[in-house]
């Protein structure tokens, strides 16, 4: 670790909350419908489609209507995926997936998971690239943040029974947020280096007379809104690895900031629709701190290097290069792992299966925290604001009173259906992997002997049920068995959290607003946030460690004795 | 139920046309008229002809060139259907090793690179697989430990090769962000046009 390498870490953190405050509060204005400056757009869409924005839904209309869109989302793509062969804008000519994989990538990128079981230049065309994969970062994004809307209307008032439009959000953030945001986002990637093209790959002569053939396509755009819509499937197979998709340091500090921003934003829109924003602040204090400390290890880790190959020869000067590109640096890698993790965002940099031991563990254990620190456009807040409802009904218990969260009172069915929700995670990630781990047919994906094959296997349902979609990249993920479950693990994930959360919003809507007492515990303190943070620690984090023991930890272990498989 | 599927169908319907190809679109003519460069993808022409990407590495195996970092990626092998064979530089199908920390292969290989490339200790980037495969810098380490072998190959001196990877060199980005670096591609070119300079 270096101190320039902490300087560009506090640099690019630094201008990301600098951006997210404006941006929380625009984003509020958003949602109260106070922005309007496509209205005319609006208006067509909300008349084709028959949509009376200001038509009130409670959280079982607004929930349905939500399953609707992803419904249609995933019919359309799973379609134009299976039939690309048949459809324009293929230059390179590429068949239509089969059923298994078409299936598994359709439910991954309207899950906002974007887990790739294919290799983007390798397998997709322009028009699947564009109209499906780049339409899905934009209206899963826009769902995930519709729902933390709903889920924050929900404080707003005592005796509500409506928790807004969801057609009317999910338009007006598509519009005024994730559509100009990727524009101006999408240039400046283009300035710094990204193709936007739809010349068919371009045929060079090397100097030394060899022939190579040159991936490329509308990279840019596509890339602007994976990040921004804490996406993270990758226009190419290596993600932002790619010298296309990650041309530059700068372009990698961009993308850190696009894929921050809007979950960091999100926090401080929640102290706005509250009408207290040091409650945003506290939870984006809590989702900074983790973000720091995950950056911290695995930049210690991966830039002290893996002591066999030091022993064999290797200058440790540069820090562990297998699967890393030069330009970028250990410092900017660390970054990008602990945010691409932290935010369900799952764009990667860098290769994780190569990383040592612990610092390929810190971004496993940051998903199975359960995508919050700060999670995914939107899914981060309904996520954080379920922990909190957990941390005060923990206060509670402390102290022999009835839990209150922003002057809703937390009482058992709240906390029944949090836990039911916080359950979905480990009961998802832990099941399946079992299974996997004995079936034959799974365990031949496995590339790695020892406890990395096991970690691989792990941190694929991890990633899947996280909706993160970074991956150890070693395994063979495009077979039917994992196509299937990992597809399975994305839905649990996705839609079998949100529907307890949305009860759960439900439920609190329409408790009476009490004001603040001398008995109040204050959620916007030092101590809430510690709280807080241990909480999701605890009920994050701690049913995974057998697991993690037998993984990267043991991996570690081994290696330091100076095993290898 | 069935007054859901109007709003679903209707809205995705429109979003496709317009953030599926209106936008793409549009961005693609104006990024073409106004930085047609970066959005056609960096290439390189010498002489009327393709040559490469400013961003994407090749591979050099001759002497007289400076060797870019190991490349995991491969091609289809069309003796064997259905598997495939190292090809590196293929950027047509980017891929890094995945190999893991505690690889018994990986450490194998890399006794074989750094034996190549000795003295000990090597620079990391000269004998590890980069995330890309197409990797097109170096690290400074490491085109310094080439600058004997590529100048004994051009019958230059030693010190106009160095000199020359210090013109190329570029260091971090606003004089903060990433590593300092040397590009390959645009190292040897430049080598190329050293020595069509001097000879007589």
Same mark, same amino acid.
């Given at each position: 670790?270096?101190?320039?390498?902490?300087?560009?870490?506090?640099?690019?953190?630094?201008?990301?909350?600098?951006?997210?405050?404006?941006?929380?509060?625009?984003?509020?204005?958003?949602?109260?419908?106070?922005?309007?400056?496509?209205?005319?757009?609006?208006?067509?869409?909300?008349?084709?489609?028959?949509?009376?924005?200001?038509?009130?839904?409670?959280?079982?209309?607004?929930?349905?209507?939500?399953?609707?869109?992803?419904?249609?989302?995933?019919?359309?793509?799973?379609?134009?995926?299976?039939?690309?062969?048949?459809?324009?804008?293929?230059p390179q000519?590429?068949?239509?997936?089969?059923?298994?994989?078409?299936?598994?990538?359709?439910?991954?990128?309207?899950?906002?998971?974007?887990?790739?079981?294919?290799?983007?230049?390798?397998?997709?065309?322009?028009?699947?690239?564009?109209?499906?994969?780049?339409?899905?970062?934009?209206?899963?994004?826009?769902?995930?943040?519709?729902? /933390?809307? !709903?889920?924050?209307? #929900?404080?707003? @008032? =005592? %005796?509500?029974?409506?928790?807004?439009?969801?057609?009317? $959000?999910?338009?007006?953030?598509?519009?005024?947020?994730?559509?100009?945001?990727?524009?101006?986002?999408?240039?400046?990637?283009?300035?710094?280096g990204?193709p936007q093209t739809l010349a068919p790959y371009a045929e060079a002569t090397t100097l030394e007379g060899a022939q190579q053939t040159i991936a490329l396509g509308?990279?840019?755009?596509?890339?602007?809104?994976?990040?921004?819509?804490?996406?993270?499937?990758?226009?190419?197979?290596?993600?932002?690895?790619?010298p296309f998709?990650?041309p530059?340091?700068?372009?990698?500090?961009?993308?850190?900031?696009?894929?921050?921003?809007?979950?960091?934003?999100?926090?401080?829109?929640?102290?706005?629709?509250?009408?207290?924003?040091?409650?945003?602040?506290?939870?984006?204090?809590?989702?900074?701190?983790?973000?720091?400390? /995950?950056? !911290?290890?695995?930049? #210690?880790?991966? @830039? =002290? %290097?893996?002591?066999?190959?030091?022993?064999?020869?290797? $200058?440790?000067?540069?820090?562990?290069?297998?699967?890393?590109?030069?330009?970028?640096?250990?410092?900017?890698?660390?970054?990008?792992?602990?945010?691409?993790?932290?935010?369900?965002?799952?764009?990667?940099?860098?290769?994780?299966?190569?990383?040592?031991?612990?610092?390929?563990?810190?971004?496993?254990?940051?998903?199975?925290?359960?995508?919050?620190?700060?999670?995914?456009?939107?899914?981060?807040?309904?996520?954080?604001?379920?922990?909190?409802?957990?941390?005060?009904?923990?206060?509670?218990?402390?102290?022999?009173?009835?839990?209150?969260?922003?002057?809703?009172?937390?009482?058992?069915?709240?906390?029944?259906?949090?836990?039911?929700?916080?359950?979905?995670?480990?009961?998802?990630?832990?099941?399946?992997?079992?299974?996997?781990?004995?079936?034959?047919? !799974?365990?031949?994906?496995?590339?790695? @002997? =020892?406890?990395?094959?096991?970690?691989?296997?792990?941190?694929?349902?991890?990633?899947?049920?996280?909706?993160?979609?970074?991956?150890?990249?070693?395994?063979?993920?495009?077979?039917?068995?994992?196509?299937?479950?990992?597809?399975?693990?994305?839905?649990?994930?996705?839609?079998?959290?949100?529907?307890?959360?949305?009860?759960?919003?439900?439920?609190?809507?329409?408790?009476?607003?009490?004001?603040?007492?001398?008995?109040?515990?204050?959620?916007?303190?030092?101590?809430?946030?510690?709280?807080?943070?241990?909480?999701?620690?605890?009920?994050?984090?701690?049913?995974?460690?057998?697991?993690?023991?037998?993984?990267?930890?043991?991996?570690?272990?081994?290696?330091?004795?100076?095993?290898?498989? | 139920?069935?007054?859901?599927?109007?709003?679903?169908?209707?809205?995705?319907?429109?979003?496709?046309?317009?953030?599926?190809?209106?936008?793409?679109?549009?961005?693609?003519?104006?990024a073409g008229a106004?930085l047609p460069q970066q959005a056609g993808g960096s290439l390189i022409e010498h002489d009327g002809r393709v040559i490469g990407s400013a961003l994407i590495g090749q591979d050099f195996t001759e002497a007289r060139y400076f060797h870019p970092?190991?490349s995991?990626t491969?091609e289809?092998?069309?003796?064997?259907?259905?598997?495939?064979?190292?090809a590196p530089y293929n950027a047509a199908?980017?891929?890094?090793?995945?190999?893991?920390?505690?690889?018994?292969?990986?450490?194998?290989?890399?006794?074989?690179?750094?034996?190549?490339?000795?003295?000990?200790?090597?620079?990391?980037?000269?004998?590890?697989?980069?995330?890309?495969?197409l990797d097109p810098d170096i690290?400074?380490?490491?085109a310094?430990?080439q600058?004997?072998r590529v100048a004994?190959a051009r019958r230059l001196?030693?010190?106009r090769v160095?000199a020359l990877v210090?013109a190329t060199a570029e260091?971090?980005?606003?004089?903060?962000?990433?590593?300092?670096?040397v590009n390959v591609l645009r190292l040897n070119l430049a080598l190329d046009r050293l020595t069509a300079a001097s000879r007589p």
């Amino acid at each position: 670790m270096t101190a320039t390498g902490w300087a560009q870490i506090a640099l690019v953190l630094a201008v990301t909350v600098a951006a997210a405050i404006p941006l929380g509060r625009y984003i509020a204005a958003v949602a109260a419908g106070r922005v309007t400056f496509l209205a005319r757009i609006e208006r067509t869409i909300y008349a084709i489609a028959g949509i009376d924005p200001a038509k009130g839904m409670g959280w079982r209309g607004y929930t349905l209507a939500m399953l609707a869109a992803n419904a249609a989302g995933f019919a359309v793509l799973y379609a134009l995926l299976r039939l690309q062969g048949m459809l324009p804008f293929n230059p390179q000519g590429f068949d239509g997936l089969t059923p298994w994989l078409a299936f598994n990538t359709a439910v991954s990128f309207v899950t906002n998971t974007n887990w790739q079981a294919y290799s983007g230049e390798a397998a997709m065309s322009y028009l699947s690239q564009m109209a499906g994969l780049t339409v899905q970062n934009f209206l899963s994004a826009a769902t995930g943040i519709s729902l /933390a809307l !709903a889920f924050c209307r #929900a404080f707003a @008032a =005592g %005796g509500l029974k409506e928790l807004g439009n969801f057609w009317a $959000d999910f338009t007006r953030i598509t519009l005024y947020l994730l559509l100009p945001l990727a524009i101006v986002v999408g240039f400046a990637f283009v300035a710094i280096g990204m193709p936007q093209t739809l010349a068919p790959y371009a045929e060079a002569t090397t100097l030394e007379g060899a022939q190579q053939t040159i991936a490329l396509g509308p990279v840019a755009f596509q890339v602007a809104i994976k990040h921004l819509g804490t996406n993270g499937g990758g226009f190419f197979g290596v993600n932002s690895a790619h010298p296309f998709e990650g041309p530059s340091a700068l372009a990698t500090a961009l993308q850190i900031w696009s894929h921050q921003v809007i979950p960091f934003a999100l926090a401080l829109t929640f102290g706005h629709m509250v009408g207290q924003v040091r409650q945003g602040r506290a939870l984006l204090a809590v989702m900074l701190g983790y973000v720091l400390i /995950a950056t !911290a290890l695995v930049y #210690a880790a991966e @830039a =002290g %290097g893996n002591p066999l190959h030091i022993a064999a020869g290797l $200058d440790p000067a540069q820090g562990n290069m297998e699967g890393k590109e030069v330009r970028f640096g250990q410092a900017l890698v660390a970054l990008f792992t602990a945010t691409t993790t932290g935010a369900s965002n799952g764009a990667v940099n860098a290769m994780f299966d190569s990383f040592t031991p612990l610092g390929g563990a810190v971004p496993l254990f940051l998903i199975q925290l359960g995508e919050v620190l700060p999670g995914g456009v939107g899914s981060g807040l309904y996520g954080i604001l379920v922990f909190a409802l957990l941390a005060v009904f923990v206060a509670g218990l402390m102290v022999g009173r009835t839990p209150e969260y922003l002057g809703k009172k937390v009482q058992a069915k709240e906390v029944k259906l949090a836990m039911l929700a916080v359950l979905v995670l480990p009961a998802t990630i832990l099941g399946f992997t079992a299974v996997s781990l004995v079936l034959p047919a !799974a365990v031949a994906s496995i590339p790695s @002997a =020892g406890p990395h094959g096991l970690t691989e296997m792990l941190y694929a349902f991890t990633s899947a049920a996280g909706n993160n979609g970074s991956a150890f990249g070693g395994l063979t993920a495009d077979t039917p068995w994992l196509d299937t479950t990992l597809g399975i693990a994305m839905l649990l994930g996705r839609f079998a959290y949100v529907v307890p959360v949305m009860a759960i919003a439900g439920s609190l809507a329409a408790k009476p607003k009490l004001a603040d007492s001398a008995g109040t515990f204050p959620t916007h303190g030092p101590l809430f946030a510690g709280l807080l943070a241990g909480v999701i620690l605890i009920l994050g984090g701690l049913q995974f460690m057998p697991a993690l023991a037998l993984g990267p930890l043991a991996e570690h272990f081994v290696l330091a004795a100076g095993r290898i498989f | 139920m069935i007054s859901l599927l109007r709003p679903a169908l209707a809205t995705v319907g429109i979003f496709t046309l317009l953030l599926g190809l209106a936008a793409p679109l549009t961005m693609t003519g104006i990024a073409g008229a106004v930085l047609p460069q970066q959005a056609g993808g960096s290439l390189i022409e010498h002489d009327g002809r393709v040559i490469g990407s400013a961003l994407i590495g090749q591979d050099f195996t001759e002497a007289r060139y400076f060797h870019p970092r190991p490349s995991a990626t491969t091609e289809a092998d069309p003796d064997n259907a259905g598997s495939t064979r190292a090809a590196p530089y293929n950027a047509a199908a980017s891929a890094a090793s995945q190999a893991g920390p505690s690889s018994a292969a990986l450490l194998e290989t890399l006794r074989g690179r750094i034996a190549e490339a000795g003295p000990a200790p090597v620079p990391a980037d000269a004998v590890t697989a980069s995330a890309s495969g197409l990797d097109p810098d170096i690290s400074l380490e490491n085109a310094a430990r080439q600058v004997a072998r590529v100048a004994q190959a051009r019958r230059l001196p030693e010190q106009r090769v160095a000199a020359l990877v210090t013109a190329t060199a570029e260091g971090p980005e606003l004089g903060l962000l990433g590593e300092a670096r040397v590009n390959v591609l645009r190292l040897n070119l430049a080598l190329d046009r050293l020595t069509a300079a001097s000879r007589p």
